[in-house]
């Protein structure tokens, strides 16, 4: 996966926790999105405890 790819998903993502920011929390776009990229940080480690092995892909990327 090359930069291209990586961005894309960085802007991608982005995008996404600011339409869900705007509609549904309604904090200030800075600190909406850092609680939501936290909450998805969180949810990553968690699934890796659980078993989905996401740890090992994001080290392969």
């Not at 998903?9 to 999105?33: C, D, E, Q, V």
């Not at 890796?48 to 996401?54: E, N, P, V």
């Amino acid at each position: 996966m090359g930069i291209f790819e990586l961005s894309a998903i960085l802007i991608t993502l982005s995008a996404l926790f600011s339409y869900i920011n705007h509609r549904f929390i309604k904090l200030p776009t800075t600190i909406g999105l850092m609680v939501i990229a936290l909450l998805f940080s969180l949810l990553l480690i968690l699934s890796t405890r659980l078993g989905f092995d996401f740890e090992l892909h994001a080290e392969t990327i």
